[in-house]
């Protein structure tokens, strides 16, 4: 079946530690997605990318990188710059980049501080 | 600045009754808007989406209503169902140089009673 798988389910990241959440998606879709989602609150747009090697920072980018080496994969990798981490992960995908082209969303990961 | 809001964090309602959840937003650039639905742990599923050049689309038991000069839409649910308890989250897409840009509001916690 088709779909977004994102990897771990549950992370813990110790102080000063760098860690990377996977997403991998065999929809063949172009954009890709990544979004934060603390208790009680909306998704916040972290970074997206629209084709390979190509990605543009949202709303909250400080304290995050990703790449986008291949169509498939979007990696985010959470620095040690990011002072308040906790949260969960969401990643998405779409066909295209018009609204009429709803985004997808993997089951996300939940990261916390050790 | 939240340019989408979900007033209501909450809603009950009694099985086969409808259900209502209410989105209002503050650019008038926004041209799609769009429903997911959320289960705990669970990434959001795309549930309908509607253009700004539309007032109304349905989806079987899902319809949603686009008032622009209110800059409001909703969501309404008939007949609600037990398994349609979960998080509702209304978003709005501007398209721009940078592609698909979502925008969330906070969710709705729905809750349908048997």
């Known amino acids: 079946d088709g779909g977004i798988t994102q990897s771990p389910k549950y992370l813990f990241r110790k102080e000063g530690q760098n860690v990377t959440l996977s997403c991998e998606q065999n929809?063949?879709?172009?954009?890709m997605y990544w979004y934060r989602q603390d208790p009680g609150q909306g998704l916040r747009l972290i970074y997206y990318?629209?084709?390979?090697?190509?990605?543009q920072k949202g709303d909250i980018a400080e304290g995050y990188s990703v790449s986008r080496e291949k169509k498939e994969s979007f990696p985010l990798t959470v620095t040690s710059a990011q002072k308040n981490p906790t949260a969960f992960y969401l990643c998405?995908?779409?066909?295209?980049?018009?609204?009429?082209?709803?985004?997808?969303f993997g089951d996300g990961t939940r990261l916390s501080i050790l | 600045d939240q340019q989408v809001k979900q007033n209501s964090p909450s809603l009950s309602v009694q099985e086969g009754r409808i259900s209502i959840l209410n989105c209002d937003y503050t650019?008038?650039?926004?041209?799609?808007f769009l429903w997911y639905k959320k289960y705990p742990a669970e990434g959001p599923t795309f549930l309908i989406s509607?253009?700004?050049?539309?007032d109304k689309n349905e989806d079987g038991r899902f319809t949603v209503f686009l008032n622009k000069s209110a800059k409001h839409l909703s969501l309404h649910i008939v007949p609600s169902q037990p398994g349609d308890s979960a998080v509702y989250f209304c978003?709005?897409?501007?398209?721009?140089?940078?592609?698909?840009?979502?925008?969330f509001g906070g969710g709705t916690r729905l809750m349908v009673k048997p």
């Open positions: 998405a995908s779409s066909i295209g980049d018009r609204g009429s082209q709803p985004q997808h």
């Open positions: 929809l063949n879709h172009d954009a």
């Open positions: 990318s629209q084709i390979v090697n190509d990605f």
């Open positions: 650019n008038s650039m926004f041209d799609y």
């Open positions: 509607i253009s700004s050049i539309k």
């Open positions: 978003a709005a897409s501007l398209f721009g140089n940078a592609g698909n840009m979502l925008t």
